[in-house]
């Protein structure tokens, strides 16, 4: 997958365009990610004994990863991402900038 966990980006397609935010979890068997404050959901929450309210919380719901792209370090937008041998190593190098992500 081309997002990690902590990576920051950009939603690019739904009713969430243009949101942006930091990947809480990446699931890579199913393609998707959590991206913090993005595709909130109500979640109804049975009484427990670390929580004996219960009740209603907003929690993020996943995205498929094909729906956000990383913001590039240097300019702030959206960019897509290659993968290059720098000194040895695989990392991540932004298109529009040419910077290192990893």
Known sequence: MHVKKGDTVVVLSGKHKGKSGKVLLALPRDQKVVVEGVNLVTKHVKPSATNPQG????????????KVSIVDPETGKATRIRKQIVDGKKVRVAVASGKVID
């Open 55 to 66: 009740g209603i919380e907003q929690r993020e719901g996943a995205l498929h990863a094909s």
